[in-house]
């Protein structure tokens, strides 16, 4: 075996995973309740794989009920190394067309009702979000979609929106003018939820529409979205298929970034305050920083 175990995150049409050898499937419960879905698990040639749809299998989740905390707790406490994100986006910018696929490495949060940390009150920590994808793993993802013969734009900026509303043009004009690439409303807090959970973590933003910023091409509608949401989840499923042959080939070493450690310069509240209870709580995902 290479060392990966590679957690999935399965976005808007991509709710079940094909070619898994000795599947099987569980029922999780961490600190932080159930996740969205039971995990599947199972193996594609050497690497072992761990998928979550995050909505839900049939997407009865919207997103800001997305139990973000526990899909993330869950896919750690499964054992899984490295998190690859598969998501629906709008695009921003004229060249990112429906159908073509975003390898985000940077993302502005713009969502307002999720709990986004694992920590608080009893134990704060203080994660460094400056580079909040794995390099190595996003071009790992991002070369396994041309492999799959899909159009990889490698870099971009994702806003991450509330929802689950679609956007108002006077938004997307503003989030256009900040410099942004693509849309959604999942990234954030999940991507915030893998640091912290000392997992690398990469996103394959997959664009469904042109969001609603120009003025001679129709908003976007559910059913303009699922029409190229059916193309993008056939091409996804190839690329995750060709992404587990790589991996089976590369051995893993710890991220360049150091990201299976970064706890060890985040905890902030001084060990003789810390609340036990806390301490417990959060062994599933930071155990090893803790030292219990």
């Known amino acids: 075996m290479s060392g990966w175990k590679l957690g999935i995150i399965g976005g808007s049409g991509l709710y079940a995973l094909d070619g898994l ?9 961490t600190p932080w309740g159930a996740p969205s879905d039971r995990l599947v698990s199972g193996r594609i040639g ?11 299998r049939g997407h009865r989740l919207s997103p800001g009920e997305v139990p973000y905390r526990a899909n993330i707790a869950a896919l750690k406490m499964a054992g899984v190394t490295d998190i690859l994100s598969i998501s629906a986006c709008g695009s921003l910018q004229e ?3 429906p159908g073509h696929t975003v390898a985000v490495d940077q993302f502005i949060d713009r969502t307002v ?3 986004s940390s694992f920590f608080g009150a ?3 920590a203080h994660v460094s979000m400056a580079e909040p994808v794995c390099a190595r793993l996003s071009a790992l993802a991002a070369g396994a979609m041309e492999a799959a013969g899909g159009t990889v734009h490698r870099g971009g900026t994702y806003l991450a929106m509330e929802g689950p509303q679609f956007s108002s043009r006077a938004e997307s004009h503003l989030y256009r003018q900040w410099g942004c690439d693509v849309i959604g409303m999942t990234a954030m807090p999940e991507a915030k939820l893998a640091r912290e959970a000392e997992l690398p973590y990469a996103t394959l933003a997959m664009v469904t529409d042109y969001d609603c910023w120009r003025a001679d091409t129709e908003a976007v509608s559910v059913t303009h979205v699922l029409e190229i949401m059916a193309q993008n989840t056939a091409l996804a499923r190839r690329a995750i298929l060709l992404l587990a042959a ?7 070493t710890p991220s360049p970034q150091g990201i299976e450690s970064c706890l060890d310069s985040a905890l902030i ?5 810390r609340d036990p ?7 599933a995902i930071a155990g090893r920083a803790l030292g219990v």
């Open 246 to 252: 790589r991996l089976s080939g590369t051995p893993r």
């Open 46 to 56: 050497g690497v072992e794989l761990v998928f979550l749809p995050r909505h839900g």
């Open 21 to 29: 050898e000795d599947r099987r499937e569980t029922e999780v419960e």
């Open 95 to 97: 060249a990112y067309a």
């Open 122 to 124: 009893g134990l704060v």
């Open 277 to 283: 209870v806390m301490i417990d709580k959060l062994q």
């Open 269 to 273: 509240t001084a060990p003789q305050l």
């Open 113 to 115: 009702s999720r709990a």
